[in-house]
């Protein structure tokens, strides 16, 4: 497939160069000292004081040729694992969402981990979707189970690969307990590690985070899957200029990428992004602007100058609810996304600007997931398919309905949406007129209203319950009044 490209080969050339000039000139802010001391053995000038890492452009190019050209994202089942870039675009839900719309009422309000549990299920029953990023936080959750409280129900419900992020050591090795207890063992958990974590260490402009860097560097150091997200806003901290903001976030980028190469040689990791224009209006966080679109695929062409894999938020809304700006938001950044060549796509279920989620609008991303990905498949060219003979089969006027090619191919060729409606009108009126969001949340009932068995037998997860007390419980219920 060929890419659209926004830059040209000189273009990135010069985008890297500057992103070099930044790590040499102007450094960034490494407030932890653990970081500060393995860029300072490895090359860098480090500041004690001033917290200031300068890099040298020989020591950037001798860490990123160690960077891997693919990623994997793995499943409980490995029939979900997906690799990047060949299994591209993998399709993540957004995440870490504070409310949700109750799908009973309507009224936003905060979410809980039983919330959690039917978003879950409903992500492992949707074809579109390859990895559940946890969609929202969990509002019930005890206390020093905030982090648990949210991957419990999902790995109770989901077969797909898991991804989550935490604030902590303490918290990390809960998750990393709860995955050995689920796989088996701790050494069964390591060989096939289902959960992959996700952090931004770098704050723009040029800060790295004390507590995210610190994970970033332990889940690197353990070999286990983690990748880090940047994430420039321009015109509040990167330059009022989509150029500059690129620049900035792959300076940012590569200093995160070249730490876990100190850590750890050959760390598979994710070019991954959110940089968004704001809006100087009235400085609103603009996700659901184009521009965030074109940003990623600038993106999208360096990480292919680095060869390794790229993605991230795209997709996104600024749309209260679940209408025409949140469908003509999503689809337009999504699909620049996929046309550029990105292989990962953090994207489904999220209104207003990552606040609100949706289980509408989960469904509907879904649907538009599917369509992404048929724009991927591209056309299958072959000889067969130029299909010749059944034209002159055929022949002027005549019809291809009854063909055997037809037949042979009419599920397969074109994608059958199970929400976009094709009847006509009066098809339509006779099935309640059901407008997109109507029967995305039709869709919804019929997926929860269906009987289902938890995917963690009961005996393990009495041993999860023993070990972790007050957990949250975790089961998949309908929500009162449906």
Request: glycine share 8%.
């Amino acid at each position: 497939m060929a890419y659209a490209t926004l830059l040209t080969q000189e273009q990135v050339e010069r985008i890297h160069e500057a992103s070099l000039e930044i790590l040499e000139n102007v450094g960034l802010l490494v407030r932890h000292p653990m970081a500060r001391d393995i860029y300072g053995k490895h090359g860098c000038m480090a500041d004690p004081e001033t917290q200031i890492v300068k890099i040298p452009p020989k020591v950037v190019e001798q860490f990123r040729a160690m960077m891997p050209p693919t990623f994997t994202f793995r499943g409980r089942d490995p029939q979900f694992d997906r690799t990047l870039p060949d299994e591209g675009p993998v399709i993540v839900t957004a995440s870490s969402a504070p409310d949700i719309i109750d799908p009973v009422t309507g009224e936003v309000r905060r979410s809980r981990s039983d919330d959690i549990a039917r978003i879950a299920h409903l992500i492992n029953e949707l074809p579109g979707y390859d990895v559940f990023s946890v969609s929202t936080l969990a509002d019930d959750a005890p206390p020093e189970q905030f982090t648990l409280s949210r991957i419990y129900p999902s790995l109770k419900h989901c077969l797909k690969p898991i991804r989550i992020n935490n604030k902590d050591l303490k918290d990390a090795e809960m998750i990393l307990r709860l995955g050995a207890l689920i796989a088996g063992s701790e050494e069964a958990y390591r060989e096939h590690p289902f959960i992959t974590h996700h952090f931004c260490p770098v704050v723009s402009p040029l800060t790295m985070d004390y507590d995210s860097t610190e994970m970033l560097i332990y889940f690197a150091k353990n070999k286990l899957p983690v990748y880090p997200s940047i994430v420039p806003n321009a015109g509040l901290t990167s330059p009022m200029s989509m150029t500059g903001t690129l620049v900035q976030g792959n300076a940012e980028f590569l200093a995160a990428a070249i730490l876990m190469q100190m850590v750890q040689e050959a760390t598979p990791l994710i070019y991954a992004t959110l940089p968004t224009v704001a809006d100087m209006r009235t400085g609103a966080y603009a996700s659901g602007g184009i521009e965030c679109g074109m940003l990623h695929m600038g993106c999208a062409q360096m990480a292919r100058f680095y060869n390794v894999p790229s993605g991230g938020y795209i997709g996104l809304t600024n749309a209260k609810i679940n209408d025409a700006q949140s469908g003509f938001e999503t689809g337009l950044s999504t699909m620049a996304g996929v046309l550029a060549g990105m292989d990962m796509l953090n994207m489904g279920g999220l209104l207003d600007a990552l606040k609100i989620f949706d289980f509408a609008k989960a469904v509907i991303d879904g649907e538009i997931a599917q369509m992404l990905k048929q724009v991927k498949r591209g056309f299958e060219f072959s000889e067969e398919n130029l299909a010749l003979n059944v034209i002159a089969d055929a022949g002027p006027g005549g019809s291809f309905m009854t063909n055997k090619h037809t037949v042979k191919r009419m599920k397969t060729e074109a994608l059958l949406p199970k929400i976009a409606d094709r009847d006509a009108r009066e098809g339509w009126e006779k099935k309640g007129s059901l407008d997109a969001h109507a029967h995305a949340m039709q869709r919804v009932r019929d997926i929860l209203g269906k009987e289902t068995s938890d995917l963690i037998s009961p005996e393990v997860d009495a041993q999860i319950r023993a070990e972790f007390d007050g957990m949250v419980s975790g089961e998949l219920e309908m929500p009162e009044g449906w």
